[in-house]
């Protein structure tokens, strides 16, 4: 059984919003187009769903490539970049974090070990409502961590961010990169 934490329902299946213990298990192929058995929590539906259902696990449009970028139009996808940290993305519309303001709240795209090397096009839309708090951890912030990667295009607002060291709303820290028309609008502390 694989655990599922970057599975929003709210994005992929809004039927399902709220439930709980939900997990998907057996994959097959891999990459976006992998399939799977989803397994949702059948207390709290009006349906036995307790066999499975074979979907399509495909998180983006898009083939990540820079003739055809991954399309990011939901949190959740914007989440599950981390797992292609080489690819190429481009957001299609606004994205609100609220959901993932709990506990330590936004876990940063790439670290130190592996960082994120693509580009991200944020196609003149906005991020809001990054709350990130990490104050034991570094390279902090939407993105972690970059290299030899473009970041472009896009705003966040109502940021709030804490972490060790290397701070910031956008990016942690990095090496060779470029940031252009971009802008953050919150509070970030380093501890």
């Known amino acids: 059984m694989v655990q599922c934490p970057t599975l929003h329902h709210t994005d992929f299946l809004p039927e399902y919003s709220g439930r709980t213990n939900n997990y998907i298990s057996n994959p097959s192929g891999s990459g976006s187009g992998a399939k799977y058995q989803l397994y949702l929590n059948s207390t709290d539906l009006t349906r036995d ?12 449009k898009g083939n990540g490539t820079k003739e ?6 939901r949190p959740g996808q914007l989440d599950s970049v981390r797992y292609y940290l080489d690819k190429h993305f481009k957001q299609i519309a606004d994205l609100n974090l609220i959901d993932y303001s709990l506990g330590s709240g936004w876990n940063p795209i790439g ?8 580009t991200y096009d944020g196609k003149n839309h906005k991020i809001i409502n990054l709350s990130i708090d990490r104050p034991s951890e570094n390279y902090t912030g939407l993105f ?9 295009n896009f705003a966040l607002e109502i940021v709030n961010i804490t972490g060790n060291e290397d701070v910031g709303g956008l990016v942690g820290s990095g090496e060779v990169g470029d ?11 380093e501890k």
């Open 111 to 118: 670290d130190g070990e592996n960082a994120f090397t693509g």
């Open 68 to 73: 055809d970028p991954y399309l990011i139009s």
């Open 144 to 152: 972690g961590y970059i290299n030899n990667s473009i970041v472009k």
């Open 179 to 189: 940031i252009i028309r971009f802008y953050s609008r919150g509070n970030v502390t």
């Open 49 to 60: 769903v307790s066999s499975g259902i074979e979907v399509e696990f495909k998180t983006f």
